[in-house]
Each structure stands twice: as C-alpha cells, then as structure tokens.
C-alpha cells in the first residue's frame, strides 16, 4: 500500500488534478485503517500468547502504555565495556566485603535437610529422542552471541541436530559435568528506570545471556529440579515467584486479605517491606549447595549443581565492543533459566525465621513482607518487630545477603486508635 500511495501522490503533484487528489486522500485513508487494523492483530496476538506468562504479558502491556524511546548508551567503546565491568564486579566485591566483616558467628545457616529415601535427586533422568522437539519448544529463541548460529536455526534444524543436542546434554547429566563454554555468558547492562541517569553506571542492572545449547541443558535440569520440589513440598507455601501458580497475584491477594481481616478484627499492622541489594548476584554457592544437600539432591546430581556454579565467566558487550572476562565467584546468572529455581531453594527457610518470631511473612522473589497484628500495646509489638528485624538481618549476613535501606518501608495499616 505504500508503493500503490507512493505513485499517487507522484500523479498528483504532476497533474494537480482535484481527482487525483481526491484519490490520493482516500488511499491515505484506507492505509491508516489498515496499519491500525495490523497493529490490533499484532498486539491482540501478543498478549493473548503471553497470558500464562505474567513477566511476558507485563512487558507486552508496558511497551503499549509506556512506548518511550529506548535510551541509548553513547557512545560504546570498549572503555565503556571495562567500565561497566569494573563496575558489576566491584559492587559484588563490596558487599560480600562488608558482610563477611559482621558476620555474626551465632546465627546459624538454617539449612533443613530431609530425610534420604526414594525422593533423593543422586542422578538426572537423561533426556530420550523423543524428548528433543518438546524441550526445544520450551526455550525462548535468544541468540546469544557465543552461539556459532541463531538459535531460530539450531530449531528449524532439530530433526538434523537433534542427535548431536542430546549426546551432548545427556553426556553432561551422566558424568555431572557443565562444558566449559556453557558457562560463559555476554552481559548486557539495563537501565533500572527509564527516569535514570544513562550514562551512570550504578543505574545498570547485569543481565547475562548464555549461549542456546546451555538454555536447552538447563532446561532439562530445571525440569527434574521442579519435580523434586514439588513431591517434596519443599517450598515455603507462602513463597511466590517463579513457582507455576504462585505470582504476583497470588503474593498481593495473600497479603491483602490477612491484613483486611486483622483490619476487620480491629487490629492495627506493622508491616515491613524488605528488599536485597544485587540478591542474585551473592548468593554463597557452598550454602547453596548445602541447601540442595538439604533438599535430597546427592550424587551425580549435585555434582552437576556444583560444576554448574564454579568456574563461570562473563563479559559486558556493547555494540562491537567488549569486556575482558571475568570470573564469578559468586552468584547465579540473572536471565537464566535455573536461576531463579535455585533462589527460591536458597531463599526458603527464611520464612522459618520470621514464623519463629511471633510474625507472619509472605515472599516474592526477593521481595519479604513480614508484618505484625495487635491491638493493644502498640509499643510491645514495636519491640517484637524490632527483635523478628534483627534476627532476619543476621540470617541474612550469614547468608552472604544484604538489605536494602532504601527500598526498605514500614507502613501501619489500620488501627486508627494508635
């Protein structure tokens, strides 16, 4: 429809016919409808594929309400590349620095073991021929610079390569072993706010993305992994984010009632909002691997766990441009697909810790509400609350996490009388 208002509009000017004209304005009519009507189907097709993926549906919705210019970083160069690594790198080291300075020798790991028997995770069930099409339809088509083709093409061609994806991901579950380049991974930093300063780094978040056949293995594992977690009910019941049928509604609707119904009783709240600096970024791999110890996971699997986390590397790219590679001590990839798996196992006996204080808690990622219900002598509940703070930022230290003091809150709900 372009080309056919390209040459109407070059008849027109030649003519200066008033028919012309009229058919010109009439095709611009008609071209208006249709890119509306392109961008309807377009976007309808968008959100109605995204509606069992929350995070997906949110950036569908978001790009809709706030379409504002991406901003860039100007100008890349490899200078900037170092930058932002020094960057990511330093503030790790920083705060493992100040946590490993007040560790609290008293505080314990709180790691919860089960009893062994059948549910025990020793080995990974290795992936079959027929499982290839299925676990490839699983994993988002992001090409990684690292791999040596697009992803899109490593899926058309599965019935080629198949064979070659599943000697491979099923020779890395049998020998508990993570190929080398596996777990490299490009970084790319994203602006925490659109409102944010680009050209600060302290305003970036690392996001990894590490190559396609790495994807595909975890994918199997974060499968088996789930498994486990679900026969186990290892999980904290009130432990929301990356759990099938625990997201942000069910977190929000949760919380909401206990606090309208404590409301209803004539009870005040003191609610206390956490939030993690960089909480995915240090994580202790060895309390970690303690955790999935505790979890029954043994053998050739926590093998494979272990040779998952040690000796990654990662570089930041811009453009062109990139960083020299670094190794993470610490951490687990944010944008990977175990991930976040693995931060709710590290994350679970937090919830024990606030339950033992007298407190109710609910967690989203790494997001802790714990709140308290009174009504009557205000100040005694303060004091509580302050005892259940302290006992949570000493888990925390020992635990290699650090909070946030600004993204902290405390709100009273209800209790007009106080």
Known sequence: MKQVGRRLERRWRKSRDESDRTHLRAHYRAYAVAVRAAKKRHFSASI????????ELFRVVQGLVHPGPKEELTPPSKARCDD???????????????LDSTI??????????????????????????????????????TTCLLDP?????????????????LEV?????????????????????????????????ANYRPVANIPFLGKVLERVVAGQLQALLDETDYLDPLQSGFRPGYGTESALVALYDDLCREKDRGSASLLVLLDLSAAFDTIDHGILL?????????????RWFRSYLNDRFQKVVLGDYGSAPWQLCHGVPQGSILSPLLFNIYMKPLGEVIRRCGLQTHQYADDTQLYLSFSTNPGEAVA?????LAEVMGWMRANKLKLNPDKTEVLLVGGSGF
């Not at 991974?185 to 944010?196: D, E, G, M």
């Open 48 to 55: 109605a594929s995204s509606q069992c993926r929350p995070a």
């Open 84 to 98: 932002f690594a020094e960057h990511f790198r330093e503030k790790i080291a920083q705060i493992r620095h100040e």
């Open 104 to 141: 609290d020798s008293e505080v314990l790991r709180e790691t919860p073991t089960l009893p062994s028997g059948p549910e025990l995770l020793d080995e990974f069930q290795l992936l079959r021929p027929d499982d290839v099409d299925k676990v490839l339809g699983q994993v988002r088509p």
């Open 149 to 165: 083709c697009p992803s899109w093409l490593i899926k058309d061609s599965k019935h080629g390569i198949g064979t070659w994806i």
């Open 169 to 201: 991901v099923n020779a890395s579950l049998r020998e508990g072993r993570v190929p080398a380049p596996l777990k490299e991974a490009v970084v790319r930093p994203v602006l925490k706010k659109a409102s944010l300063d680009p050209g600060m780094a």
């Open 290 to 302: 303690d955790r999935l110890a505790g979890l029954g996971v043994g053998g050739t699997a926590l």
């Open 384 to 388: 509580v609350l302050n005892r259940c």
